[in-house]
DNA sequence: TATGCATATGTAACCGGTTACATAAAGGAG
DNA sequence: CTCCTTTATGTAACCGGTTACATATGCATA
């Protein structure tokens, strides 16, 4: 069933019918009504792949995220679904579980969907594949909008937070309370917010004239497990801290998970801020402090601003950046007992 | 750029070019390595859409679920993303936020997409429209597998989780506990989770010779705010229950916003039993037993099954019903003191 | 040497829409 | 009454692949 058949049902020619399902041009509203009669006596539904491949336009937004598992990640992506479904789009959705390889895997599959746009969350700033990749869809009149991460060297437009400034003041709150043994459990090196943050924190323990000691800057991977052996590794070291901060909620989980296992407590045994609140802690009121941002509204900015360049046909990014604001909320775990 | 750009270069015909990328027919290697460098040298991806139209296949399988902020939800989804990269499809997610009409909304949009295949979790199991248009689908040779929610008189193939037996285990473990007032917050009467959860808590009473109390059975939406406001009822009743059974995860965290803000201690004022993990609460070891099972298994479980389901060509559901396990944790809240 | 099969490649129709262009009728202006 | 514009509809090419069918060659077998 096509919209030939239903043309021939009709009595008319399949343009008309074209006419009718898009509105578009000149058809007697006679015709018109006969047409959408045989649409409904047939159950017809038209064939959206053909109209892609005419119009050259699929009508579907492929997301890459690292994690959906990750609640702030889920949380964007709810955000993007209701935009997107108000503007008609699909939402053809990639996981890369913080894996490059699979990121590039994807990018190329999102090449041959001829999709409408593209929404990133790059597993690194740093990868060139992945950011010629980008460029290229752009320039084969792609928009992409980054999520959360920047890529180097390419002034693509995207949605962010302060990274340095939140995490300069999450750490600053470490300090006001008195620590001064903060270690931090940083996100990869190569990606932004991993490097930004740190970078707040290097700032605050400077501005505060504190002296930036090596083995308190451990590395993570924005993952729980990673996490959870880092802090293991601070706490057993000679002079341990007596304040960590965490990069992103995963590590905080996972410093979390440490000091649960070893029954040490937040406040009396180690102190500590996180970033990226934690929806179930804060509804049981478990006292730990973080910087939190609305994850839901970066994912209807970031959707937003592709439908807005889509519906302006600017496929090219003008290096465009939003910042979403945050808040650093203190519940108690940044003090010392 | 298409398969006849890349034949003139090389100076074959398009039939070759394209047997060369499916790898089908016969095809001298001699011209193989050229067209492959063709290919290379142009940077040429070939139009899914196309490839689409054509063979009638769109490589994608539309996922529905009625929240994708449920950490339930984005570990199902996070499975069946990791079966669907290794089989080469792509997953078209859409998220209904419970809503029956958005559904069908996005069950009108799935059918013009010729998906392959369709993963649903549907929002109510008595919803005729949405089960008409699903056997519709298997009638046209699009299958289709449902996640932890049935629908009525369809016989369609699924992953699912004993959920009465599940919920008479957790509520006996009240029992045992010594509980008699035990009150459950339900989910959707038109979902079957909902509906069968609550037939477990009753089966449960019953064995047990405790009578049921029509103002101990509230109904709930499985979303935080209708629990954390029937649990405010539930305490205010004259007579009210020492436990509280929630049907979900997000039943659970109501229940838990409410006792926090009221100051309420578990254990000591109320006792409750759950139905799901809540992962981050595990990690500080927050004492709430509940009822797990491996959320990202069923993902798996259904993805491939629908794969399955795909490769035999076998479109019709022959009421396949595999049931993931599940484990009665008792941490404790269960208790009274 | 004739026959048959495996190998190799091309031609062209087809998938199901969209749309530029052609054609024609109707209505309004001069 | 002629000319122009608006309305209405059809024809056919096009989007970019796939594939049935036709054709041709090489090689083995009888």
Known sequence: MNIRD???????????????????????????????????????????IARSLS?????????????????FFS?????????????????????????????????????????????ITPVSELDMVTRDKLIQFENK????????????????????????AAAYKGVEALIHAGHRKIAIIT????????????????????DYRIELKEEYIVSGDFKIIKAYERTKEL????DPPTAIFASNNQTSLGVLKYLTEQKLKMGRDISMVGFDQIESLKIIDYRLSTIERDAKKQGYEAMAMLIDKLSHKESKSSGRKIFVPYQVVLRGSELIK
């Not at 019918?17 to 006596?41: C, P």
């Not at 992409?144 to 962010?160: A, C, E, T, W, Y």
């Open 6 to 48: 239903i043309a021939k049902k009709v009595g008319v020619s399949s343009a008309t019918v074209s006419r009718v399902i898009n509105q578009s041009g000149y058809v007697k509203d006679e015709t018109k009504q006969k047409v959408l009669a045989a649409i409904e006596e047939a159950d017809f539904v038209p064939n959206a």
């Open 55 to 71: 119009t050259r336009d699929s009508s579907s937004i492929g997301v890459i995220v690292p994690d959906i598992a990750n609640e």
């Open 75 to 119: 949380s964007v992506i709810s955000g993007m679904g209701e935009i997107a479904v108000n503007n008609q789009y699909n939402i053809v959705l990639f996981d890369t579980g913080e894996m490059q390889e699979r990121e590039h895997q994807y990018l190329q599959m999102a090449e041959g969907q001829r999709l409408s746009g593209l929404i």
């Open 141 to 164: 009149g792609i928009p992409v909008v980054l999520v959360d991460r920047n890529i180097k060297n390419s002034n693509l437009d995207g949605v962010f937070v302060e990274n340095a």
């Open 187 to 206: 996100g990869p090196s190569t990606s932004m917010p991993g490097k930004d943050r740190l970078k707040g924190y290097k700032a605050a323990l400077m």
């Open 235 to 238: 706490l057993q070291l000679p």
